[in-house]
């Protein structure tokens, strides 16, 4: 019904044919004969052509009123698009474990939102499994894992290489043979990975040791379970927490020794009493990635997350 209503609208502001058709650069015949057709598909007239200039019908009021509201409501929906597109406006959510927040929210996420202030930006901790069922519900556009996704569903992005290390309590026995393997603040900064040949040390070396560890379904325990079946060792598993920070405040409790990521060690306020070592196995080496689902457009506040997220881990010596 509101076909070729821009020309419908147009004579109606010029009241003439071929004042519009002029303006529209089209010969005012076909002006005329492309309305009229129009009139006819509709079943009543839009114009009186018998006044001079010509007027609306009672019908062409109602018409032309329900164009204005068309044009309105377009007018405010490209409002908004250019709002969203230039992030003036707009609403990004991110799901991540604790240990991927802990790394990227005195960083990424704060520089975001400042360069950024308009984006709601809604970041919910959580696990990885937890995490791709709200990134499948579409309650969250990104989320960040090591945990490896269907990339036939999934885009993925690389965003950092990691290292599994173990931070055991400093006056444990084991740790006296081990001081030159030990590491230190400057290693965690210059990158674990590099370290590897002159610092990293067996899991059996760790074989009496009691563990705290993470619940069966987070992928850390999984790559933690299968450094130990590599060496073919039953861990001493005293206790199972929901996360990695809790974890590691029971080791400086004194109460075992726990795994994490290298990232995560230059968040912690404090090394006091704690001894790290890099582990030596093909499970301990592992990569973040970004993740959203194919099926939706990746929105500009979503390109600009990935991207400052990529540039800012360039930036940082941690490998």
């Given at each position: 019904?509101?076909?070729?209503?821009?020309?419908?609208?147009?004579?109606y502001k010029?009241?003439?044919?071929?004042?519009?058709?002029?303006?529209l650069?089209?010969?005012?015949?076909s002006?005329?004969?492309?309305i009229?057709?129009?009139?006819?598909?509709?079943?009543?007239?839009?114009?009186?052509?018998?006044?001079?200039?010509?007027?609306?019908?009672?019908f062409?009021?109602?018409?032309?009123?329900?164009?204005?509201?068309?044009?309105?409501?377009?007018?405010?929906?490209?409002?908004?698009?250019?709002d969203?597109?230039?992030?003036?406006?707009?609403?990004?959510?991110?799901?991540?474990?604790?240990?991927?927040?802990s790394?990227?929210?005195?960083?990424?996420?704060?520089?975001?939102?400042?360069?950024?202030?308009?984006?709601?930006?809604?970041?919910?901790?959580?696990?990885?499994?937890?995490?791709?069922?709200?990134?499948?519900?579409?309650?969250?556009?990104?989320?960040?894992?090591?945990r490896?996704?269907?990339t036939?569903?999934?885009?993925?992005?690389?965003?950092?290489?990691?290292?599994?290390?173990?931070?055991?309590?400093?006056?444990?026995p084991?740790?006296?043979?081990?001081?030159a393997?030990?590491l230190?603040?400057?290693?965690?900064?210059?990158?674990?990975?590099?370290?590897?040949?002159?610092?990293?040390?067996?899991?059996?070396?760790?074989?009496?040791?009691?563990?705290?560890?993470?619940?069966?379904?987070?992928?850390?325990?999984?790559?933690?379970?299968?450094?130990f079946?590599?060496?073919?060792?039953?861990?001493?598993?005293?206790?199972e927490?929901?996360?990695?920070?809790?974890?590691?405040?029971?080791?400086?409790?004194g109460?075992?020794?726990?795994?994490f990521?290298?990232?995560?060690?230059?968040?912690?306020?404090?090394?006091?009493?704690?001894?790290?070592?890099?582990?030596?196995?093909?499970?301990a080496?592992r990569?973040?990635?970004?993740?959203?689902?194919?099926?939706?457009l990746?929105?500009?506040?979503?390109?600009?997350?990935?991207?400052?997220?990529i540039?800012?881990?360039?930036n940082?010596?941690?490998?």
């Open positions: 019904m509101f076909k070729n209503k821009e020309y419908v609208f147009l004579v010029e009241r003439s044919f071929s004042k519009a058709a002029e303006k650069h089209i010969s005012q015949p002006l005329s004969s492309t009229k057709k129009l009139e006819d598909k509709i079943g009543l007239p839009i114009f009186n052509r018998k006044t001079n200039p010509i007027s609306l019908t009672q062409g009021v109602e018409y032309i009123l329900s164009i204005e509201k068309i044009i309105e409501i377009e007018n405010r929906m490209h409002s908004l698009v250019s969203v597109d230039k992030l003036q406006k707009g609403h990004l959510s991110i799901g991540a474990s604790s240990l991927s927040i790394y990227f929210v005195p960083e990424t996420i704060a520089a975001f939102k400042k360069a950024h202030p308009y984006i709601d930006l809604n970041i919910l901790e959580t696990s990885t499994l937890k995490s791709k069922q709200l990134l499948d519900t579409g309650e969250v556009d990104l989320i960040i894992t090591n490896p996704l269907d036939k569903e999934y885009e993925k992005i690389f965003l950092y290489h990691e290292h599994l290390i173990l931070a055991i309590p400093s006056n444990y084991v740790n006296k043979n081990l001081k393997k030990q230190n603040r400057e290693d965690f900064k210059n990158g674990v990975t590099y370290l590897l040949n002159k610092k990293s040390v067996s899991i059996s070396e760790f074989a009496d040791v009691p563990f705290i560890f993470l619940p069966k379904d987070n992928y850390l325990r999984f790559c933690t379970d299968m450094l079946e590599e060496k073919k060792i039953l861990p001493n598993i005293i206790l927490v929901e996360e990695t920070a809790t974890a590691y405040n029971f080791v400086q409790y109460l075992g020794a726990t795994i990521g290298d990232t995560r060690v230059l968040g912690l306020n404090t090394y006091k009493q704690i001894a790290f070592y890099a582990i030596n196995s093909k499970y080496a990569d973040a990635f970004i993740y959203y689902k194919k099926s939706v990746r929105t500009r506040a979503m390109h600009e997350f990935i991207e400052m997220s540039s800012r881990v360039k940082r010596p941690i490998t």
